[in-house]
Each structure stands twice: as C-alpha cells, then as structure tokens.
C-alpha cells in the first residue's frame, strides 16, 4: 500500500494545550501561510479542556462544552487526526495512520514539536485495567456518569443488603486535584438525584476517596490540604490518607492496610506514565530524559538538538530557579505559547527566549459549592473559592461559543436538577497486559465473571477451597468455565510470583467460542478442569462402589511403549506405529516421565516444516501429564479423570518412576462388566 507523504517546516504531534497553543501562536504571526507551514498531528480532532472533567462526570455540564475542535482553535494550520506508528529524527518524517480505512501517511519537517503528553499506567494495580475508570478523557467521564446512574437504577430493586451495599459505594483512588474533584462532584450527583429513587436512602450512599499522602492536595498545601479533608468528611465523604490501592476485582477493592472495601466502582486519578512515542524515541536517540519526561533547554529545544522541540507534560522545561515546570495547564498553555514564537525566531534567526512563568495560583473545587485555592499567594476558601474557581475557569476555557455555553449550563443548574439520562455509551475496553505481584488475586469465588486469562509470565494459583489446587504458568489459560456456563467464579485465583496476564473481555470470549468450532471443543473441553469438588465427586459416584475400591495398579497397562527425549522423530513414529496409540509418554533418562506426545502435533509441526524427521523428539512440544501412584485407589484416578480432559493417566512408583498407564476406557469397560454381573439373572 502506498503512503501518501505532505511536507511542512513546522510539524506539532498532540492537540493538547501545549500543541493546540502552539499552533495558535504559529498562526497569529504566520497569518495566511499557516496552512503551508504548520501541521498539527493528534489523536482527536479536538482539544479536552480538562480542569472541568469532573464536571461531565458528575453530570454538571455537557461534555460538548469542554472540547475544542482543533480545526476552530487552531484555524490555518493543517489538522491531522491519526496515530504516530514511527518518529526518524534522522530522515526528518513522521508516519502516522488516521484509521484502519485509511491508507499509511508520513509527514516531514524541518522543526519538529513534540506535545503529546502522557498517558495513564494502569497496570500499577492489578485489576484496575479489568475494571476501574479513568478520568483521562471525555469518554472516560461520560462512562463514569453513565455508570454511576446504571449503579443507582440497580440498587433501587436489589433487595440484598450485600448487593446493595456494592453498588452504592464508590472508591477515588488519588488526593490530587482530579480525584478531590471527582470525588465531589460524584457526590454531589448522588445528593442532588436521590430524591428520584425513592427506594435508596441517603445513608446507603458511600464515597471513600484514598490518598497515598499524608494529606490532600499537596500541590497547594498542607494548611488548605487539612481544610479540603475536613469539608469531605463534614459531607460525609470518607477520606483514607496514606493508604494505597494494591488490587481491585469487580466487586471489591483490596488497600495496603489490609483492609477490603466492597463495591463495583473504583476511579483512578493517578499513574501518569510516559507516552510510548516519547519513551521510544528516547530509548532509539538516547535523548535526555529526567523520570520519561523530555529535558529540554529553558527555549524548549530538546537537549543537543537544534530542530527538536518539546513542552507540556512530556517534557522537562526547566524553570528560572532550576527546578522543572509542573505538568499543569496553565504551565502548558504558556509553554505553547512561548513555543511558536521560538520556532518563528529560530527559522529567521533571531535570539530565542526563555520560558519564565510564575503560578498564578493553584484552585480545586470540592463541589456543594465549595472551592480551595492559593491565588497569588492568598489562600481562599468556601464560596468565595467556589465563585473564584468558576471565573477563573470560565475564563480561560477557550472559545467564547464554550464560554457562553457553560455559563448558561451552571446558571440552569442552580434552578433545576441534574439530568439522570442514562446513555448507553459503549466504550472501548482498556485491556491488555495487567501485571500482578506475589498475592495479588485476580479474582475471588463469588465474583462475577468479566474475562478470560492466559498466562504470558509467572504463575497463577487456582483454589476452590475444598482441598482443589491448581498451579498454572505460562502458555496455560483459566476462567473459561464460568464464563462457558454463565456462572460467577468457583475458585480464587492468586498470583503466587510477579506475573503478567492478558484478559479476553466476556463479549470477545463468547463471540468466539459460539462461533468457531475449533476453538469452543478446545475450552469446552480444557473446563473440565475447573469442575469444583462436588461436580467431580458426583462423577465419580456413577460407578460402583466395587470399582472405587480396587487399585491403580490391577488396570494399568505394564510395559507401555516410551519415547525419550533424544529419540529422532522417525523413530517416534514408528514407535507410534507399533502401538497403534495417539498419544506415548516420553521420560528422562531416570524413567520419570516428563509427558505426553501427541501423533497430532507431531505431524503439524513436520506439514508446517517447524521440524524435520531426523531432529529430537525433545524439539517437539511435550505436553503435561498427571501421575498417580500405583497403590492409590480406584477412586483416586477417578477423581483426577474428572477434572482432566486427558483420557489416560501416567502410573508411577514410589520413585516417581513410569511403571504403567491408565487408560480411562480400560475404568469405563470395567465398571460396566461388573454391572452387568450385578443385573444378570
């Protein structure tokens, strides 16, 4: 496919403040050769005004009133929305794709101008991926709000006290000014919408917000930090300081004291990591970096590079006094600013400047009408924070259209309720590595069932609790069976090493399963690993008493035909051959059995050319195998076939050496001989 290629001596990737601001500045000095000359890459075609997130989420104002198109904000430039595939520093291009209808396109630059900010690392607490919200988006405030009405519409006809208890507690996870915010903006949804679900009582409702410091807000102190604490409890939010979030499942959240709070909605305001783009350039360049973000010159131009430039949250920009700008808006509105006059001064050689900014002042609003703020180093507080907060944001939310709009949408507010609307927004899911440490669980008996598993890395202990205990590591897979029979979880699944798992949302498992018959005999057939103990006994009660009593040893096969692992496949086969079985064991030197090779596998590993006949059996993939012991009963093996989807089982002796196999069809013929005894006249 071919690549459409465009050229222009100024290239923006991100449509964040920074970015947009940029461009902004390109175009008041560039005037009507803009378009010619900048290029702004980004993601979305409009620009988050993010102080007010928190707002959309708790159904304050619309979430059309907090974006800007970028082709409106930043009229002259060349928009482009699509994802950046590759950065070359050298050939000066940037390869990017809009769509998966679209075809690859590369744009090249003289100056390059990196604002693409950073994204949320997820992975920090195990199951936050599975299932918590981010406030990082639009999307991800209109799900919040969505949900926490869905949450609301559940628990007025849940009768259960532990089920409503779930639905009507809510977790922030963050102190910062996103998750005070959120916190109270979700409590103020949940005070201002009770009055219409006559069936939930005011004092059901349970708002925990969980800060890892010592107090809020640390950006504006610790004076107004206590104060923000006192006003959240006195409303009746419950405040967790020094705590962290080690695990969430979908029905609780696990801290780091040890204590468990119940609930289905846990909100994550923290774990900035670098974005990926920027993290790969700097491994590729070597490019200067201070904790993933960009060290640039107070001009912003990247250390050691004339034509490489860089601001807002992913970069460094340091200040007069040393120290390195904070990653806020109004510190990247500036910085963009500054940034397009530097480019213009640096294409026409002329002295750049320096970026010298001094806070104006920090705010946060905690809802009911309640702010806190140090401006120009006064503190405020109370209404008068509150109505400060308001002017100031309304103020510099851009576009005079959005201003006059949530202007409007707050005075409103004051005289009728927030709207209850339940929108099904279908989002995309946020899933793909979750990494566990030692302990984590990845899920608990009980718990309804979202997704299924593989195992990339570690392992993971599967335990009913009934004397059932399953160790699986890497390659090998688990949750299908509940998700198979519409269950909620039999077992509790616990990471027993650092390990990493890639989840399959329900939908995608079901779709798949339903629709592929390869794949739906597979994980049918691997569920039977997971039958719980009173599944598996119930099996085994079919067969007669007589049967169950007898041993091992009285059915197996002694002498059975073995591979080695330094046998050629050639001699496999015919061994094969010989014992007209689809399956052999191979074993060690010492005769231990190391598992099973099948005739299946053998031949498609030889049709795809991965192995030729004079190579090793070792080459091939040698699947595991149960043991048992040749004096353990009847019963026993039973047991274990139960659980199993492998037809025979591998007999040892008290060394752990093979002395036998077990076929399961040798058990099933057997037992109904002896039936047949039973009811002969």
């Not at 390109?26 to 005004?49: G, P, Y």
């Not at 160790?471 to 269950?487: C, V």
Request: a neutral charge; charged letters at 25%; one cysteine or more.
């Amino acid at each position: 496919m071919s690549t459409d290629t465009y050229s222009f001596p100024i290239v923006i990737l991100g449509g964040g403040f920074a970015g947009a601001y940029c461009a902004r500045a390109l175009r008041s000095e560039l005037q009507e050769n803009t378009s010619k000359n900048v290029a702004l890459l980004a993601d979305q075609n409009a620009m988050l005004f993010h102080p007010m997130l928190a707002e959309v989420s708790g159904s304050s104002i619309s979430p059309l009133h907090v974006v800007n198109p970028l082709r409106l904000f930043c009229r002259g430039s060349s928009i482009f929305m699509g994802s950046v595939n590759d950065i070359d520093l050298e050939k000066k291009t940037v390869k990017f794709r809009s769509g998966p209808f679209s075809p690859p396109a590369m744009l090249m630059f003289e100056h390059l101008v990196l604002a693409i900010g950073s994204i949320v690392d997820v992975s920090r607490v195990p199951g936050m991926a599975e299932h918590g919200y981010l406030m990082k988006t639009v999307g991800d405030a209109i799900r919040l709000r969505s949900d926490v009405l869905e949450r609301l519409e559940a628990a007025s006809i849940a009768k259960e006290e532990s089920a409503r208890r779930k639905l009507l507690t809510f977790v922030i996870v963050g102190g910062g000014y996103s998750g005070v915010e959120t916190a109270g903006q979700i409590w103020d949804l949940l005070r201002d919408v009770h009055q219409f679900y006559p069936r939930i009582s005011p004092k059901e409702f349970r708002l925990v917000l969980i800060h890892s410091g010592s107090y809020l807000l640390p950006q504006i102190g610790e004076q107004l930090g206590k104060y923000c604490e006192v006003e959240l409890r006195n409303r009746g939010i419950e405040i967790r300081l020094d705590t962290r979030v080690n695990a969430i499942t979908a029905e609780r959240a696990i801290l780091s004291t040890g204590d468990v709070i119940e609930t289905n909605t846990v909100v994550t305001t923290v774990g900035n990591a670098t974005h990926p783009v920027v993290k790969q350039l700097i491994d590729r360049y070597q490019l200067p970096s201070e904790r993933g973000r960009l060290s640039t010159e107070p001009t912003m131009q990247v250390k050691g590079y004339e034509n490489l430039w860089s601001a807002g949250d992913c970069s460094a920009v340091p200040q007069k006094d040393g120290s390195i700008s904070p990653a806020t808006a109004q510190f990247a509105m500036r910085q963009g600013t500054l940034l397009g006059k530097n480019l213009l001064a640096a294409r026409n050689n002329r002295p750049l400047d320096p970026f010298r900014f001094k806070t104006l002042g920090e705010m946060a609003a905690l809802g009911h009408r309640n702010a806190v703020g140090k401006i120009l180093g006064f503190k405020v507080s109370g209404l008068l924070g509150w109505l400060m907060w308001r002017a100031t944001y309304l103020f510099k939310l851009p576009g005079l259209e959005q201003k006059a709009k949530v202007f409007f949408e707050w005075n409103l507010e004051l005289l009728f309720p927030r709207d209850i609307s339940l929108l099904n927004v279908k989002m995309t899911e946020v899933l793909g590595h979750a990494h566990l440490e030692k302990g984590d669980p990845v899920y608990h008996i009980g718990d309804p069932s979202f997704s299924f598993y593989l195992i990339e890395k570690g392992h993971v202990q599967i335990d009913d609790n009934c004397g059932s205990v399953r160790t699986l590591g890497p390659g090998e897979h688990f949750g299908e069976r509940e998700l198979l029979h519409d269950t909620k979880r039999q077992f509790d699944a616990i990471a027993i090493e650092p390990t990493t798992l890639i989840a399959l949302d329900k939908m995608t498992f079901e779709a798949l399963t339903k629709n592929s018959l390869t794949l739906g005999y597979y994980l049918n057939r691997s569920s039977v690993h997971y039958l719980n103990k009173e599944e598996r006994k119930a099996i085994v009660d079919q067969s007669s008493p007589s049967l169950r009593q007898k041993r091992v040893e009285d059915f197996m096969h002694r002498d059975p035909v073995v591979l080695r692992g330094t046998d050629s496949i050639l001699s496999a086969m015919k061994a094969f051959k010989k014992a007209h079985d689809p399956f052999l064991p191979v074993v060690d030197e010492e005769n231990r059995c190391k598992g099973w090779l099948r005739l299946d596998l053998a031949f498609d590993w030889l049709h795809q050319g991965k192995v030729r006949l004079e190579h090793a059996v070792s080459q091939l993939r040698i699947l595991p195998c149960l043991r048992i012991n040749r004096g353990d009963s009847v019963e026993r093996a039973l047991l274990e076939f139960a659980q199993n989807p492998d037809r025979a089982l591998i007999v040892v002796n008290e060394d752990g050496q093979l002395v036998g196999v077990l076929p399961l069809l040798d058990l099933i013929l057997a037992d109904a001989e002896q039936r047949e005894v039973l009811i002969a006249p």
